[in-house]
């Protein structure tokens, strides 16, 4: 109910229903409706965005390990909790800073610093946790302007973990030929507007 009508939008009734319990129900467990949120990001860092076990095998070159693990935190963004959490956590982030810096500690600078090992073992003249914390906000945002994991249609075109690598590489390869263009949408059709006093 956060992610769908935002924090400040939903209320513990709209939380209550659609648990299928009642109020009372709801403040029994939670004193009020921060400590829900609070309770949500207790639940989310304890699901990390990569998995236990190391991807691929000892000898997988890094580059490759990195496209892995790009996957990886795409699908853990399409899903609970962290697809849901990092929209409430965004929008809520001024308003509750010590949630969105306590979700950060637990859950994004793991995956930063996975990559950053991977970048150093790449070598480059760059900063690796720089260069992961692009990478990574880069695959994240892409994720949320897709919207959410039910959409029928990515907002955006998403690119593939490959090129947003080399994107980031500090001398990228020249393509070998041009991208192909994006298939043509019909234009929407505005809808028709009343004349007269109705107008307004």
Do not use: C
């Not at 299928?20 to 129900?25: A, F, K, L």
């Not at 980031?168 to 041009?178: E, F, H, K």
Request: glycine share 8%; hydrophobic share 45%.
């Amino acid at each position: 109910m956060f992610a769908q009508k935002g924090y400040g939008g939903a209320t513990v009734e709209d939380v209550a229903g659609a648990a299928g319990v009642t109020v009372g129900t709801i403040y029994r467990y939670f004193t009020d409706k921060d400590a829900l949120l609070r309770s949500l990001v207790d639940w989310a860092v304890t699901v990390p965005l990569l998995p236990a076990e190391p991807l691929g095998k000892p000898d997988t070159p890094a580059d490759e390990l990195i496209a892995m693990i790009l996957a990886e935190v795409w699908a853990a963004t399409r899903r609970e909790p962290h697809g849901d959490m990092l929209r409430i956590l965004i929008a809520e982030s001024a308003n509750a800073p010590e949630l969105a810096a306590r979700y950060r500690a637990l859950v994004l600078e793991p995956a930063e610093k996975t990559l950053a090992a991977l970048r150093h073992r790449l070598g480059g003249p760059d900063d690796p946790i720089t260069w992961s914390r692009a990478l990574l906000g880069a695959t994240i945002g892409a994720s949320l302007l897709a919207g959410s994991a039910t959409a029928a249609e990515p907002l955006i075109p998403q690119p593939a973990p490959r090129e947003l690598i080399a994107a980031l590489q500090p001398n990228p390869p020249a393509r070998a030929a041009a991208p192909e263009p994006l298939p043509s949408r019909p234009a929407p059709v505005a809808p028709s507007r009343p004349a007269g006093p109705e107008a307004w």
